[in-house]
Nanobody, 118 residues
Framework: QVQLVESGGGLVQPGGTLRLSCAVSGFTFSPYLMSWYRQGPGKEREFVCSMAPIGGHTTYADSVKGRFATSRDNAKNTVFLQMDSLKSEDTAVYYC???????????WGQGSQVTVSS
């Protein structure tokens, strides 16, 4: 029912900037917690950041604090991940996730490759 489609990934040099988008459709009126995760090569999936369904309070992993910022455009039903000062260790497949806080259901985007390399 709920569909998340990601875009905006690509290749960027160290110190560069990239913005990921996550377009969401098929939502009910349940409050959704939106999160971003990433999985680097040979690594487990890890938490990046999250945004509360009401008020938009954000939480970030220590590894990305001060460099990444998540936001949303409610009119376009889109969540963003702004990534600045990118490092090689940021190279990963990035996934957005919507969590239905009423029914305890979660939905994932297809993943977007971000490669930071010179």
């Amino acid at each position: 029912q709920v569909q998340l489609v990601e875009s905006g990934g690509g290749l960027v040099q160290p110190g560069g900037t990239l913005r990921l988008s996550c377009a969401v459709s098929g939502f009910t009126f349940s409050p959704y917690l939106m999160s971003w995760y990433r999985q680097g090569p040979g690594k487990e999936r890890e938490f990046v950041c999250s945004m509360a369904p009401i008020g938009g309070h954000t939480t970030y992993a220590d590894s990305v604090k001060g460099r990444f910022a998540t936001s949303r455009d409610n009119a376009k039903n889109t969540v963003f991940l702004q990534m600045d000062s990118l490092k090689s260790e940021d190279t990963a497949v990035y996934y957005c996730k919507a969590y239905d806080t009423v029914f305890g259901l979660e939905y994932w985007g297809q993943g977007s490759q971000v490669t930071v390399s010179s």
